[in-house]
Nanobody, 121 residues
Framework: QVQLVESGGGLVQAGGSLRLSCAFS????????MGWLRQAPGKEREFVAG???????IYGDSVKGRFTASRDNVKNTMYLQMSNLKPGDTAVYYC???????????????WGQGTQVTVSS
């Protein structure tokens, strides 16, 4: 059974920062690729960042240079440090997991409940 729980969302002004956390629980968690994805109202789901089991990290083009993803396999927690936030970053952010390798897909079988991030101008 895979469980994912996000936290850390909220309201922030443009240019500000937030850190999201994802507590994950599954057997042999270190072999899973973990991802951050987001969805804004009326828009398609968007890839934000992915961390492979080997530690490879990739980012979506819209967040490169501003967001930093990391994972702690001892604490079973993944993080997304978001800086220089823009109103266009407003979305529900989801933590997700899968057994396939890391790429920019939004296709993940396991999802958390999501956490809202709102960036005001």
């Amino acid at each position: 059974q895979v469980q994912l729980v996000e936290s850390g969302g909220g309201l922030v002004q443009a240019g500000g920062s937030l850190r999201l956390s994802c507590a994950f629980s599954m057997r042999t968690s270190n072999i899973y690729t973990m991802g951050w994805l987001r969805q804004a109202p009326g828009k398609e789901r968007e890839f934000v960042a992915g961390i492979g089991w080997s530690g490879v990290i990739i980012y979506g083009d819209s967040v490169k240079g501003r967001f930093t993803a990391s994972r702690d396999n001892v604490k079973n927690t993944m993080y997304l440090q978001m800086s220089n936030l823009k109103p266009g970053d407003t979305a529900v952010y989801y933590c997700a997991a899968r057994l396939r390798g890391v790429d920019t897909t939004t296709e993940y079988p396991y999802w958390g409940q999501g956490t809202q991030v709102t960036v005001s101008s």
